[in-house]
Structure formats: structure tokens, C-alpha cells
């Protein structure tokens, strides 16, 4: 009888550990509702400007909850607006980058690149 009694003990505990280890190792497939960023284009209307031209810069992203940070390498190069378009101008002469850096509250980040050059 008591071995009878250590078989089933052993048995239950088996069980319980196999149910226990299936409903802790559950993998979630529930969506935050964030997901990576693509950064598909940043595109610049006209790429060639004269001094105190404008031009829209335009970044096309794919991703939820977005925040777009734009910045240019030159201090002589403006840029007016916010969010996924701007526009921007230039001040003097010179070749210029403008950065477009798009995040979301999940942190992911993606970058890209456009220039803008000066003409007479």
C-alpha cells in the first residue's frame, strides 16, 4: 500500500511539474502594437537651390507611434516644420546634408540621408 501510495505521489508530481513547466514556458503572440521601423525614402523636391530657396523633404516610414528628429550638418541650412515633412532652405553656398532620424516609443530607430547643393 505505501509503495502504491509513492507511485501516485511520484505520478501526481510528474503531472503537476509537466503542466507547470507547459503553462510558465507560454509563449505570448499578443502584439504590442510596436514593431521595427522602415525607413523606405527621405526625398528631397529639388536638390539644387539658390540662396534662401525652398524645398520639401519628405520622409516616407513605415512604423506606429512615430517621432521624426531632423538636423542638418551645416548651421547655414534651415529647416522649418516638423514630422514626417519640412522644408528647407539654404542661407549660403556649400553642399548640405539633412538627416531625418524616425523613432518610435519601443525605441527602434532608422536614418537616412538626403543633400541639398547650392547653385547661382
Known sequence: ???SLSILA???VF???GVLATVGCKKDTASSGTGDIEFVSLVVEKDNLAITELTKVTATVKGSNLTYNWKC???LGVIEGAGAEVMFTICHGGKFKI???VSDNANHKATKD???TYVE
Do not use: G
Open 1 to 3: 500500500m505505501k509503495r
Open 10 to 12: 511520484i505520478t501526481t
Open 15 to 17: 503531472i503537476l511539474v
Open 73 to 75: 550638418d551645416n548651421e
Open 99 to 101: 538627416t531625418c532620424e
Open 114 to 116: 538626403a543633400y541639398v
